[in-house]
């Protein structure tokens, strides 16, 4: 990717995976109707399945057809001096031990986790939320989070666009992780009012900052571990998200189940208020656009600045003899 839209490139590449989120939001309650005869439920979830499994071995085969490993030409200056330090003797795990001595990539680890953690949860668990409190619905439970989903899609998108145009990655992230959580307080005390209008436009108005901060923590992570490669951090930021989300999951589920939803979204609350009071410790160390901006006349123009500096003893010597 190149270094002016690398950001832009990167949200729409997650959206993708964010439209199969939307897509098993809408499909399901549409494809398994609720019914009482297991026989006929048990029919309607293999079809789903069978139709899931199709899409996955497409899918498969175009990644072993089209895909390659990587350009034919660097896209960026950032892109090819990682090529060049690459070293073919490196291995996996002592480049996990130099991303985890990154204290910037730890914290952020921490907060992706919190933040992808709690939508998972959240999204998992949000049909039984919504029925709880609007019996029978639910296609419309499949259509809030629908909403969102495509809400998170927009809001990836134009932080993408607003990161390539500022480079403010650690502000931009900062101010989305707050709105998520005020997102997350206004759907929390609004789920039981009654009117099922008013979830949707609170539960969009929440996907949009915290479905659209997942794409935007690839991004900051990337550029906080340059030049190491994306694929370990990237991944490393997928298990804190897994693990988060599977201990949310159960947590929550367990005082909804026990208190109601609102302890239940309260207790999430908690965790992304933690989330951003670490994310404000993060040091906005920008190692890739460094790179960018490192070109030979650059670099020539700086050592002449060196040199020049160091010449000014000298004169001042001279003329004060």
């Known amino acids: ?15 993708s995976w964010e439209l199969g989120i939307a897509i098993g939001f809408l499909v399901p309650p549409v494809l398994v109707p609720n019914i009482e005869d297991r026989n006929k439920l048990a029919y309607h979830i293999s079809i789903m399945f069978y139709i ?42 002592s480049s996990i031990i130099r991303l985890f001595k990154n204290l910037n990539f730890v914290l952020l680890v921490i907060t992706y986790g919190l933040n992808a953690g709690a939508f998972y949860a959240l999204s998992t668990l949000l049909n039984r939320m ?14 809030i989070g629908l909403t969102i989903v495509i809400a998170g899609m927009l809001g990836a998108v134009l932080s993408g666009i607003w990161l390539d145009r500022s480079k403010t990655y650690k502000e931009t992230t900062l101010v989305v992780y707050i709105m998520t959580l005020v997102g997350m307080l206004v759907y929390t005390f609004t789920l039981n009012l009654g009117h099922l209008w008013v979830v949707f436009i609170t539960a969009g108005s929440m996907g949009f900052f915290m479905t659209g ?28 998200a897994q693990v988060f989300g599977i201990i949310f999951t159960i947590s929550q589920g367990q005082i909804i189940d026990n208190y109601g939803t609102k302890p239940g979204n309260i207790f999430l ?53």
């Open 1 to 15: 990717m190149r270094a002016d839209n690398s950001s832009t490139i990167c949200v729409c590449r997650s959206g």
């Open 52 to 93: 899931i499994g199709g899409v996955a071995t497409l899918l498969l085969i175009l990644v072993i057809i089209v895909f390659k490993e990587k350009p034919k030409y660097p896209p960026s200056r950032a892109q090819s001096l990682s090529y060049a330090l690459a070293s073919p003797d490196a291995s996996y795990l």
């Open 130 to 143: 919504v029925i709880r409190h609007y019996p029978g619905e639910e296609v419309n439970a499949g259509r």
């Open 213 to 240: 901060y997942l794409p935007l923590g690839f991004e900051f992570a990337v550029e906080l571990t340059y030049p190491e490669s994306e694929g370990i951090s990237s991944g490393l930021l997928n298990i804190s």
């Open 269 to 321: 609350c908690l965790f992304l208020a933690l989330g951003t009071a670490l994310t404000a410790f993060i040091k906005a160390d920008l190692r890739r656009q460094k790179a960018n901006k490192e070109t030979p006349e650059n670099k020539l123009q700086e050592e002449e600045e060196e040199s020049n500096t160091s010449k000014v003893p000298t004169a001042v010597s001279e003329d004060h003899l």
